[in-house]
Structure formats: structure tokens, C-alpha cells
């Protein structure tokens, strides 16, 4: 039996033929130092051109096909159990990897091992950031949240930068979080089973869900600001028309609603349900409008 590699990169696509081309050729010329890895892509059933050009141009890369779209939690677990590495790098496939983003966090992690998951900092394509390492979101989030519209108007807000770790990032070094994207997410293959992996039942918030569960098992998670990854984000799985955008939009807040819940350990009857249950709803109404409003416009 072949020894483990030091880490495998685990890339699931659907339909972005283009971005696992340019995703797969930035691997290729990384930087690697003197650590092994194995690349790994799982296809969650592409109609277009992607499962040839990987097969033709990236042959030492093993190719998990699936039939049909399971999700990128159900494909990331997937790679994961077909890997052979003390480590699992999670890609997006519309990713590009920067010079030796990967060694640093294997770096950092052998030298910390109490640090079971840690994340790249994400770049938009303008080199401007996309702040990946977060805490965990109160409420007051939910109008002062990542890409929310006050948090454009007010983007030095800070509840928003709190959220955010806006100076820690902009620090460069490596800082404790509570959750990072798994856009760029590194994790023990240890601690990354004893949680069961990526919870499958999720769509989105899943990072935060696994992350949670990381800490709650007593490890901790890191974002590194110098290992950096460019992510042309929302580009990665297809088109988007506005049918796809409402599943996703209603499977967004259904995953946040979720989330706070398990995190803050609500019952059933707990009155915090009803009353975050409401403000999400409210939110999602509200989102749709304006969506359905701009694709009417076009």
C-alpha cells in the first residue's frame, strides 16, 4: 500500500469547464516545497465540456464522476474518503491557488497540532479581499453581513469589520476564528471524521456547522492571511437564472436558521426560533422581490 501524501486537494465542479481548467493549471505551478499531494476531482454530473478536458490535459488527476448533482457536501466527503493524505485541501472549483498558499497551512498546522482546520485567505480577482476567516454571526448580521447592502453603504462599520476580523487579516498573521469559507479550507483527517466529515443535510452554512462541531470536539480553527487564493466567486457550478437564485436564496436562510440554531442550542419551544425564524423570512421575502424585480428589468 502506497504511504499517505502530506495532502490531497479536493476540487468538486458542476458545469464550469473554464474555472477547473485555470484551478487545476494554478496547482500545477504552485509552490509545493517538499510536501507530497494528490488531486482529486469529483463531478456532480456536467453537461459540458469538463470531465474530457480534465481526462485529456490532467491526467494524474483522479476523477470521481458523479450521475447527478449530490451537492458539494455529500462530493466533498466523497474525495475525502477516496484520499490517501494526513491533510484535505477543499477547493472551489472557481479557484486559482497563489505560489505556496497550501504549504504555509500544512507549515502552520504540523508545527500547531491542536489546530484541526484552517483557511486561506480568499482574493477577490482584483486582489481586493473577500474575508473568509468570520465569527459567528448575531443577529445584528443579518443587516450587516458580508455582501449586505448597509454593509456596502458602511463598509467600515464595526459590527461588520468585528464579523468580518477585518484587522486581524489585514495583521498577515495567522488568527484564531470561528468558522472560514470552505472555498479554501484545510483540514486533519483526523478531526475532519470524528465530526462525521461535512454535514450532508446542509446546503449552505455548512462551514459554519462543521466548524462548530471542529471547536466543540476541542480543536481550533485559524484563518493564515498569507496563503491566498483567488476566488471568482459565485462563477464556479453554471449559470444562475433566477430560478436556481430563489432555490438558493430560500436554501441559504434555511441553512442560516438552522445553523444559530444548533450553535446556540435552542429547543424546539425556545421563543429565539420563532423570533430569528421571522427576521429570516422576512429577509428572504424581501430578497426574492428584489431579485424577481431585476430579472424582470433585463
Request: net charge positive.
Amino acid at each position: 500500500m502506497d504511504a499517505k501524501k502530506d495532502v490531497a486537494i479536493i476540487i468538486v465542479g458542476l458545469n464550469a469547464c473554464k474555472y477547473v481548467r485555470e484551478a487545476l493549471q494554478s496547482l500545477q505551478v504552485a509552490e509545493w516545497k517538499s510536501y507530497s499531494h494528490e488531486v482529486i476531482y469529483v463531478d456532480n454530473g456536467s453537461t459540458d465540456d469538463t470531465l474530457a478536458v480534465v481526462h485529456a490535459d490532467f491526467p494524474s488527476v483522479r476523477v470521481i464522476a458523479n450521475s447527478s448533482n449530490s451537492g458539494f457536501c455529500k462530493a466533498a466527503n466523497q474525495g475525502a474518503r477516496s484520499a490517501r493524505s494526513r491533510y484535505y485541501f477543499f477547493l472551489n472549483d472557481d479557484t486559482i491557488v497563489l505560489e505556496d498558499a497550501v504549504p504555509l497551512l500544512i507549515d502552520f498546522m504540523d508545527q500547531n497540532p491542536q489546530v484541526a482546520v484552517m483557511g486561506s485567505r480568499l482574493l477577490n480577482p482584483d486582489y481586493t479581499d473577500q474575508w473568509s476567516g468570520r465569527k459567528f454571526p448575531s443577529p445584528f448580521n443579518a443587516i450587516f453581513g458580508r455582501r449586505s447592502l448597509l454593509s456596502r453603504w458602511i463598509p467600515q462599520a464595526k459590527l461588520l469589520a468585528d464579523y468580518l476580523c477585518k484587522e486581524q487579516v489585514l495583521r498577515g498573521n495567522p488568527f484564531t476564528v470561528d468558522w472560514v469559507s470552505a472555498a479554501a479550507l484545510m483540514a486533519e483527517e483526523g478531526s475532519f471524521w470524528k465530526v462525521g466529515g461535512f454535514a450532508e443535510d446542509y446546503y449552505y452554512w455548512h462551514e459554519a456547522v462543521f466548524c462548530d462541531r471542529i471547536r466543540e470536539a476541542g480543536k481550533q480553527i485559524y484563518l493564515h492571511p498569507q496563503s491566498k487564493i483567488v476566488h471568482y466567486e459565485g462563477k464556479g457550478s453554471g449559470e444562475r437564472p433566477y430560478h436556481v437564485r430563489k432555490r438558493l436564496i430560500i436554501d441559504f436562510h434555511w441553512g442560516a436558521y438552522r445553523c444559530y440554531c444548533e450553535h446556540y442550542r435552542l429547543s424546539q419551544f425556545h421563543p429565539m426560533r420563532a423570533l430569528v425564524g421571522a427576521g429570516l423570512l422576512f429577509r428572504v421575502m424581501a430578497l426574492l422581490a428584489f431579485h424577481r424585480l431585476a430579472g424582470l428589468q433585463r
